[in-house]
């Protein structure tokens, strides 16, 4: 059997996790406020007049369309995948062969590497300069030099929360032979979307998702936006009916309903902005700004203070130290109450170590 297996995916190691049951979960960027009731008996409604017997839009024209209205970017230039995740996948599928270089500044979201791995490409990081600041000459210059198909920004960056400035964005763009894929997951957090870029690069694509402004990483739904052609490439490897008739109308109904939708955004802006504060008067944690609905921090107690919430319900993410990052911990903002309580423990814990 071993031998049959593609031999950079014998060593991989599946994603295999149980939905985590604590008290508090904020280890995954995911909004604390479900989503609203009133728009999930519409939703009930519009399933209960729907044939479930038929396959769903293949090419989902309403959401393209609900899209469009908010994004300004035309129909065509838009795809949809089950979350963010599915869409790192078919760009692999569309546009990295073996041996193929990608680029990303790092730390930065995991699934980059994993991708690397499973098309058995070369995944080139780029470490980030004292700070956390990402080395934009250091990502010009590794994606020059290789040549490299593929470059990934993350802006907000997750784990660090890092927010690019525009001319970076666009100094890159300019730079690169690469597809760059800018990846917005968070953008809604910060505010300054690059996507008035797109007419202006062709070979940019931008990452977006329902799963963390919209309350909706149940429903899994992401989207692409970009230049026509690179869309079609895409489509070319888009499986069937990827995006499921509940998924489809649920994102609709969340884009036609924003102003409801986003109703807790400030708050947990205004969250973030709190909690920072506290931590930053903590000894032996460096608090990096974040653009996005986490804070992240470095701190030689990042395993105690990790057990001590685990004890107490509470899931966060913690980081191993490697060989450019100390020990460090992530975790997202949650419902004021919730916030409280995981600081007074965190204060507690440095406090007691210190
Ligand atoms: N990009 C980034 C930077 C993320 O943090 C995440 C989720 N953790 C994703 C993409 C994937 O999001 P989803 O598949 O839920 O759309």
């Known amino acids: 059997m071993e031998t049959l297996i593609r031999k950079n995916i014998r060593d991989l190691v599946a994603y295999k996790v149980d939905a985590p049951q604590y008290e508090i979960v904020v280890n995954a960027n995911e909004s604390p406020y479900d989503f609203p009731m009133i728009l999930k008996r519409q939703f009930t409604d519009e399933i209960c007049n729907t044939d479930l017997n038929r396959y769903p839009e293949a090419c989902f024209p309403e959401l393209l369309k609900e899209l469009r209205a908010y994004t300004g ?7 949809c995948g089950s979350g963010s995740d599915e869409l790192i996948a078919m760009i692999n599928q569309a546009f990295v062969n073996a041996g193929d270089v990608v680029v990303s500044h790092s730390p930065s979201f995991d699934m980059y590497n994993i991708w690397a791995k499973i098309s058995d490409s070369k995944h080139i990081r780029v470490l980030d300069l004292p700070g956390h600041i990402p080395d934009v000459d250091g990502i010009i210059k590794a994606a020059c030099d290789n040549h490299a198909k593929l470059l990934y920004i993350c802006n907000p960056n997750n784990p660090t929360g890092y927010t690019f400035a525009k001319k970076d964005i666009i100094k890159i763009l300019a730079a690169v032979p690469s597809l760059v894929v800018l990846d917005e997951a968070y953008i809604e957090f910060f505010g300054e979307s690059d996507v008035d870029l797109l ?3 062709p070979r940019l694509l931008i990452l977006r998702t329902l799963s963390k402004a919209f309350g909706l990483a149940g429903i899994r739904c992401g989207y692409a936006l970009g230049n026509k052609d690179i869309i079609d490439v895409l489509y070319k490897v888009k499986a069937p009916y990827n995006l499921n008739v509940l ?3 649920l994102a609709v109904i969340a884009l036609q309903n924003r102003d409801k939708v986003f109703k807790n955004l400030e708050e947990i802006k205004a969250e973030r902005e709190k909690a920072m504060a506290v931590l930053k008067e903590l000894p032996s944690l460096t608090v990096y700004p974040s653009g996005a609905n986490f804070i992240y921090f470095e701190t030689p107690y990042a395993e105690k203070i990790y057990e001590t919430l685990l004890n107490r319900n509470i899931l966060i993410k913690r980081f191993k130290e490697t060989g450019s990052c100390p020990e460090s911990i992530r975790f997202s903002i ?13 204060k507690e814990v440095v406090y007691n170590e210190a």
């Not at 970017?73 to 795809?79: E, S, Y």
């Not at 419902?335 to 409280?340: A, G, L």
């Open 73 to 79: 970017v035309p129909t065509d230039g838009i795809i």
């Open 199 to 201: 007419p202006h690069y």
């Open 247 to 249: 998924t489809q109308k």
């Open 334 to 346: 949650g419902k004021p109450k919730e916030n409280q309580k995981i600081l007074e423990i965190i």
